[in-house]
């Protein structure tokens, strides 16, 4: 059990046992393996950006923003956290009573990611449960009511996407239509805050039971599947595809920034979590070595996992452009009567040029119906879209064999994925709510833990609404990552010009027996900074320039994503989530300037 004390110096310390190096390792890469190293991202423009750029051109600046802005600002959080033994409140109010507002601000980010990230989990979970019926429920389009053919919104657009936006959101038309609570969706959601409070129960210790599992099954199942997906029709296409650099989108801006916003939400940078598990930590654990382990696991695993969904949506490409290509044959043989055979993929080009200058008016009658089935076009479209995780990976299983197999096998992963984030996010809330006298005193870790969860039950039940989706991505968009790069710009200034980088080096050379080499020291003071003053500029910029906010709605009449522009009272919100905790540092730094005047006075009157 773990749990904190204080010595005579009034400095928190750990009562019993610590955690191992084995076991934090564990619960950094748990935690930190998020679901969007492998899915799913926070930011959904950045598994298209990487797609675009094949990804081999991603690569680097996604390795150049691991070594300036990553690795270091993980070694610093772990290092902040195992030297003041407190979670991010704390941690920051001893090296500045003034950036108090900076753990709050932390603890605020966090307490949003929860709210909405546990929704992913309640899905998996729907999937899950969908995955054991035969054939499989996104395999086909639903019959309509009078059986008569398919569903209308399932023939104009796929059965993957109809099981995704009507059977499983029930979305609604624009998020003015709010409409009601998806029962179902509401049910999972409350299940999959019940297995998160079970993993907490008493708090964050109670996770190292849990988290092996969440950080070691989805390595087993992606090995499961990288083995699948190799051996897949097309899959080649995919690698291809993946490893192809496309150099010019270095010049894109948007590409370094996704890249950027990858490593912050992959290693979990600001979220106050790897504070909270480094303050755990045994006083002499070499947390040094732990940030270049987990940095390189993390960025491998990032690869490895790539080298599986491009295998996948390589053949899910090509199976798309081979329906395509035989709908195409099809139509022209039955429209010109053409001899069995004579037209193939091969010639198909060429039968279509012939045909065009040998009967212009059918042909042109029929141009409509023929499709330029392209397979690049395929793999461009195959990796877009908010719902990702789920409409990608379900078309590409429903076309294996044995597809049940597959999908219950690829949803666990995603629950693990999924809680092992959690984990991650709530211990970020409970570790300063447990370091607080106060709350600590007067409750029991249990009650802090299920109050913690019920909260986020509740107001989460706001993204199983009909319009809960575009709820869901405006959290998504907004709430997290203009905060993320203020909270790690204040606490690389702090603990470099107000602690003082001479001064941290000698609490690491203490702890870990040696100081720091000259490349921490330059990214610390100078090299992390600027770039995020750089990418915190571009994104104020990018907001600027876009003008009025849009989102991405579903029309059922057309059976696709419409763009349409947020209402005010959205904005609203918008505005809300960011000002909600970017604004604590410097109200903190207000409060506590406030109250120390006071008490000054307080003195000198008494004097």
């Not at 019926?133 to 639903?142: G, K, M, R, S």
């Not at 319009?467 to 702090?494: C, K, M």
Request: glycine content about 6%.
């Amino acid at each position: 059990m773990l749990s904190r004390g204080e010595d005579a110096t009034g400095q928190a310390w750990c009562l019993n046992q610590t955690w191992g190096a084995i076991h934090m390792l564990c619960q950094l890469q748990g935690s930190g393996l998020v679901i969007g190293d492998i899915l799913f991202t926070v930011d959904k423009e950045l598994v298209r950006t990487a797609a675009l750029s094949h990804f081999c051109g991603f690569l680097i600046p996604y390795f150049i923003m691991l070594i300036a802005e990553g690795m270091p600002l993980l070694y610093l959080e772990l290092a902040v956290g195992q030297r003041m033994r407190q979670g991010s409140i704390g941690a920051w109010k001893i090296i500045s009573p003034y950036l108090c507002g900076v753990g709050i601000a932390s603890v605020v980010v966090s307490f949003f990611l929860s709210m909405y990230y546990n929704v992913i989990n309640a899905w998996a979970f729907w999937y899950l449960f969908h995955s054991f019926q035969d054939p499989l429920p996104w395999a086909t389009c639903p019959l309509n009511t009078n059986h008569t053919g398919y569903e209308e919104e399932c023939e104009k657009t796929s059965s993957t996407q109809y099981f995704w936006y009507r059977q499983t959101l029930n979305i609604s038309p624009s998020l003015e239509t709010s409409g009601s609570i998806q029962w179902e969706q509401a049910l999972c959601l409350t299940l999959a805050w019940l297995v998160v409070y079970l993993c907490i129960l008493r708090g964050t210790e109670s996770t190292g039971k849990v988290v092996y599992v969440t950080a070691s099954l989805p390595y087993c199942v992606l090995i499961v599947y990288l083995i699948r997906g190799l051996t897949l029709h097309g899959a080649v296409n995919g690698l291809v595809y993946m490893f192809t650099p496309k150099l010019e989108q270095l010049s894109n801006p948007k590409t370094w920034i996704s890249a950027a916003t990858q490593i912050f939400f992959s290693l979990g940078l600001g979220f106050g979590s790897l504070i909270a598990y480094a303050s755990y930590n045994n006083a002499s654990n070499n947390c040094e070595r732990h940030a270049i382990i987990v940095s390189l696991i993390n960025s491998a695993t990032s690869i490895f996992a790539s080298v599986v969904t491009f295998s996948i949506y390589g053949f899910k490409a090509t199976f798309n452009y081979e329906s395509c290509i035989n709908k195409v044959i099809l139509l022209l043989m039955n429209a010109f009567d053409l001899e069995e055979g004579s037209l193939t993929a091969d010639n198909l080009n060429e039968m279509k040029d012939y045909l065009m200058a040998t009967h212009p008016q059918e042909y042109a009658q029929l141009s409509p119906q023929v499709k330029n089935c392209s397979l690049e076009a395929e793999l461009d479209t195959a990796v877009q879209g908010t719902g990702l995780a789920f409409i990608v990976y379900s078309e590409a299983i429903k076309n294996m064999e044995v597809p049940q197999l597959y999908s219950v096998l690829y949803f666990i992963m995603l629950l693990m994925l999924g809680i092992g984030s959690m984990l991650g996010n709530t211990a970020a809330i409970l570790t300063p709510l447990t370091d607080s006298r106060v709350i600590a005193a007067r409750f029991p870790k249990e009650v802090i833990s299920g109050a913690v969860c019920f909260i986020n039950c509740v107001i989460g039940l706001i993204f199983t609404t009909e319009a809960g989706n575009y709820w869901f991505d405006i959290f998504n968009d907004y709430a997290a990552t203009l905060s993320l790069l203020l909270i790690v710009l204040v606490e690389t200034i702090a603990v470099c010009y107000i602690y003082g980088i001479r001064r941290f080096e000698k609490d690491l050379h203490t702890m870990i027996g040696h100081k720091p080499n000259w490349y921490w020291k330059i990214m610390w003071a100078f090299a992390s900074p600027l770039l995020i003053i750089s990418l915190f500029l571009f994104y104020l910029t990018d907001y600027i320039l876009t003008g009025t906010l849009q989102y991405q709605a579903w029309d059922a009449t057309q059976g696709q994503l419409v763009t349409k522009d947020y209402p005010g009272y959205a904005r609203a919100v918008i505005g809300l989530l960011v000002a909600a905790s970017t604004m604590c540092i410097p109200l903190g730094a207000l409060v506590t300037f406030v109250r120390k005047r006071l008490k000054r006075e307080s003195v000198s009157t008494m004097a």
